[in-house]
């Protein structure tokens, strides 16, 4: 039988593995307390695992007519293998099965990986919000806000 990569539900039992993968891949982390708020049905919190190993996981809250991405994140050791690719298709079904028409996000500005990712899968800039992520004690850093029709 093929090891298979499965998608399930994010749990407090996976917060853990969740929390080590997100500190080694973000300068400002979210924290335990961030993944377990949102862990309630008005958020959709995905784990994508391999053979007992955390590959990546994803958040998105519900809205009207939409759906917004909060968080998504591949293993560092993880990246450029098509996992982000994988969980946004995931994500873009499971919205559209809950009649979202819309998926929205943001992003750092200075992330132009992260930007390059989603403009390939179709996302589109459509907004800056100002000084929305923190960057240092002083200082904060822009968001882009993109979109992606549904």
């Known amino acids: 039988m093929r090891n298979a990569v499965t998608l399930r539900t994010m749990t407090h ?39 007992g190993e955390l590959l990546g996981y994803f958040l998105a809250m519900h809205g009207v007519e939409e759906m917004h991405l909060l968080n998504i994140t591949v293993a560092p050791a993880w990246q450029g293998q098509g996992w982000g690719h994988m969980m946004l298709d995931a994500l873009s079904l499971w919205s559209r099965s809950q009649g979202a028409k819309v998926l929205w996000l943001e992003v750092r500005q200075s992330n132009a ?30 968001a882009v806000v993109m979109s992606l029709p549904l």
């Not at 973000?26 to 959709?44: A, C, I, Q, T």
């Not at 930007?115 to 589109?124: C, Q």
């Open 13 to 51: 039992d996976d917060l853990d593995a969740v929390l080590a993968i997100e500190q080694t891949a973000y300068s400002h982390p979210w924290s335990r307390g961030n993944f377990r708020d949102s862990l309630n049905p008005l958020f959709d919190a995905q784990c994508l695992w391999f053979e």
């Open 113 to 142: 990986r992260a930007m390059h990712v989603y403009e390939r899968y179709g996302f589109r800039r459509v907004g800056l919000r100002k000084d929305y992520y923190p960057l240092d004690r002083q200082q904060r850093e822009h």
